[in-house]
């Protein structure tokens, strides 16, 4: 038992795929983050414009 234990912990087969399966959550996790608050500045954006042109339209039609 104790040589299936030694043998275990002195294996170190499949370390690379765990490492790179951790680099690669991290990375679609801080890119999901990044993309999502790009998102809401982008949206805020929109919104903005969208009342800029709202009123700027209004103040045309108010002129003619």
Do not use: P, R
């Not at 990044?34 to 108010?62: C, E, I, N, P, R």
Request: charged content about 15%; overall charge negative; glycine content about 10%.
């Amino acid at each position: 038992m104790k040589q299936i234990i030694a043998t275990f912990i002195s294996d170190e087969s499949g370390q690379d795929i765990i490492e790179y399966a951790l680099v690669g959550s991290f990375v679609s996790l801080a890119s999901y983050a990044g993309a999502s608050a790009l998102g809401t500045a982008y949206d805020q954006w929109f919104k903005d414009m969208g009342t800029a042109v709202g009123k700027g339209s209004a103040k045309a039609l108010a002129v003619q």
